[in-house]
Structures are given as C-alpha cells and as structure tokens.
C-alpha cells in the first residue's frame, strides 16, 4: 500500500521546525538563484502580479520576489519556518499543500522549489490540481525538485541531516513530466546537475 501525504507531514513538520534556524543561515547555490532569476523573468515578461510560494521555508526566495516588485504570499507547514518569513515582513501562513486556502484564480504565478519531493506519488496529482486551481488561466509555476538519474522511488531517508529523517519521493524525467502534464502546458524542462544532486526544473503554464 502506497504512503500517503497525511502519513508523513507530522515529521516533515518537526524536522523543518528543528532545522529552521539552521537552514536560515545556510545560503544557495548558484543554480538556484539562477533559476528562480529565470522564473522572476518570465513571470515579469508574463505581466507580474500576484505570486504563491508553497514551501517557503524561511522566506528567502519568496523576500527575493518581493524585492523584485511583485506580490508575494508564502506559505509553509512549519510553524518555525513561517515565523521566520513574518520577521522579514513577509506574508506568510502555515498551510501544507492539500490545505491551500486561497480564492480560486488568485494568483498570477507559483514557486515550488525541493518541497514536492516530500509529497508521494499517491498524492501528487491532488497537489498538481490543488495548485492549477490557485492560478489564472495561462498563470506560471514553477515546479524543481531533485530527482532522476541515481534518484527514484520513495521512502524515508534514513542518512538525512534531519531529525526526524524526511520522507522523499524521486521521479524520473519522463514520470515527472507525465504528472505535470496532467493539469499544465510544458513551458521548459531542462536538469542541472547529477547523482545525488540531480536536479529537475520545470515552468509550467496552466491553460484554459
């Protein structure tokens, strides 16, 4: 029997609170910030407007996009990670992916970034739909995770630097993409990096 998101978030909850602070402190590769670059252009080229960062962690992509003069909500399923997004004045919420309670169409764009790694295959789809529903037609989302290559199948991470160990799920490149393709247009697909570093980043466009 396949797990399900509601099985794993508890841990996920307080190991993303232990490790709030730490990660906080902690900055980003390269990569990243050359991606959510590319994802702030394409979103200013669409019109702007209104962006929900689901995964927000402590804020600091989500202060990025803020600076970047765009309308930010973020949200997380860590208390510990959201009070650290209000102190940078952001407007955040705790909420988990199955639970976004916002208006349908509201927002122009969504940023996921290494957060729907921790939602199993069982649930994706729910998640996916959760998301469209959130933006306008023809709205931007953002979608990276690490996955492919040496990474696949789903389980608890027994090696992880977290406590409790996270539960991941990694998917190949054409799984993947079959899943957003469910409820988006592919815009751009492309992976950066290998091994356990493997990452897969897509912008997705929600049509109709």
């Known amino acids: 029997m396949s797990v399900r998101y509601d099985e794993v978030i508890g841990a996920l909850r307080t190991a993303y609170d232990g490790g709030a602070e730490r990660r906080d402190g902690a900055g980003k590769q390269w990569w990243k910030l050359a991606e959510r670059e590319?994802?702030?252009?394409?979103?200013?080229?669409?019109?702007?407007?209104?962006?929900?960062?689901?995964?927000?962690?402590?804020?600091?992509?989500?202060?990025?996009?803020?600076?970047?003069?765009?309308?930010?909500?973020?949200?997380?399923?860590?208390?510990?990670?959201v009070s650290l997004c209000r102190e940078k004045g952001l407007d955040a919420h705790v909420m988990d992916f199955l639970r976004l309670d916002f208006a349908p169409e509201s927002f122009d764009a969504a940023y996921a970034l290494n957060c729907l790694?921790?939602?199993?295959?069982?649930?994706?789809?729910?998640v996916l739909e959760a998301v469209r529903?959130?933006?306008?037609?023809?709205?931007?989302?953002?979608?990276?995770?690490?996955?492919?290559?040496?990474?696949?199948?789903?389980?608890?991470?027994?090696?992880?630097?977290?406590r409790p160990?996270?539960?991941?799920?990694?998917r190949g490149d054409e799984e993947l993409q079959e899943f957003a393709g469910r409820e988006f247009e592919i815009v751009d697909f492309h992976v950066v990096g290998a091994d356990e570093t493997r990452f897969q980043s897509l912008t997705l466009r929600r049509s109709g």
């Open 38 to 81: 590319a994802f702030l252009g394409r979103v200013l080229d669409d019109g702007g407007g209104r962006l929900l960062e689901s995964g927000a962690g402590t804020g600091q992509d989500s202060v990025f996009f803020r600076d970047s003069g765009l309308d930010v909500v973020a949200v997380d399923l860590s208390p510990a990670m």
């Open 117 to 126: 790694l921790h939602v199993p295959n069982g649930d994706l789809p729910a």
């Open 133 to 162: 529903g959130l933006l306008r037609p023809g709205g931007l989302f953002f979608l990276g995770v690490y996955g492919g290559g040496s990474l696949h199948g789903e389980g608890i991470f027994e090696g992880d630097d977290h």
């Open 165 to 170: 160990p996270r539960f991941f799920s990694f």
